[in-house]
């Protein structure tokens, strides 16, 4: 999926507005992002619960049990919801993470979860706002779908861990730093915090 930015562009307007982060992005390189094809919505938040509180390979193995009682091994939220709780149980759900995909599936039978090409014409905050109504998503998830699957420029996880010790590093301190601080910062990083919100991801790869 090719980003609907110019990366380029991007990382020279941040250089020029945050000078501190310039000597990162020399060391770091490109921004090289490359969202994921994003199949569904609900395809995507489905994974994205079943890998909430897991390690990647025990999140895999319980989702690929999980979509094999799919045709195809393509999920839909009418099957999911005729598959007895006690199937996703077998698979490795919790009991709670079978009620948030349940939950899922039938608020994208009802339109609360938008189709793809309806999502693609929401803003960042109608996409936050929609999506953080199904149980068990909350605002990082939909900042995850936002940064990594639909690629938009202007992204800021304040909660997430790695940015925020991304920043501690490169502004020094010896704190984290708390959402306002991070969020005060940022404004010079707009309309590009995305851009910015990935560089200090990259800073804990330079430690």
């Known amino acids: 999926m090719e980003l609907p930015f ?3 562009e991007a990382t020279r307007i941040i250089k020029r507005a945050d000078p501190q982060l310039a000597p990162l992005i020399q060391r770091t390189g490109r921004f090289a992002l490359q969202p994921e094809r994003l199949q569904s919505p ?5 994974r994205a619960i079943i890998y909430q509180q897991l ?5 895999q193995t319980i989702y690929l049990r999980t979509v094999a009682h799919f045709p195809k091994k393509r999920p839909r939220p009418d099957k999911l919801l005729e598959l007895p709780d006690e199937t996703l149980r077998a698979a490795g759900l919790s009991r709670n993470k079978v009620a948030a995909v349940k939950d899922l ?6 339109g609360t979860v938008p189709t793809l090409a309806r999502l693609k014409r929401m803003s960042d905050d109608e996409i936050v706002s929609r999506l953080t109504e199904v149980r068990g998503i909350g605002r990082w998830t939909v900042e995850m ?9 202007d992204v800021l996880p304040t909660t997430d861990l790695g940015v925020r010790k991304g920043f501690m590093l490169t ?3 010896s704190n984290l ?8 910062h940022a404004e010079c990083w707009r309309p590009y915090r995305t851009v910015g919100s990935w560089y200090m991801w990259r800073a804990l790869d330079k430690t």
């Open 42 to 46: 609900f395809e995507a938040l489905l």
């Open 6 to 8: 110019d990366p380029a």
């Open 177 to 184: 730093p708390t959402v306002d601080e991070l969020t005060a």
């Open 105 to 110: 599936a039938a608020r994208t039978l009802d």
């Open 145 to 153: 779908l936002l940064i990594f699957r639909l690629g938009r420029p």
């Open 55 to 59: 390690s990647g390979k025990a999140a």
């Open 171 to 173: 502004y020094g301190g």
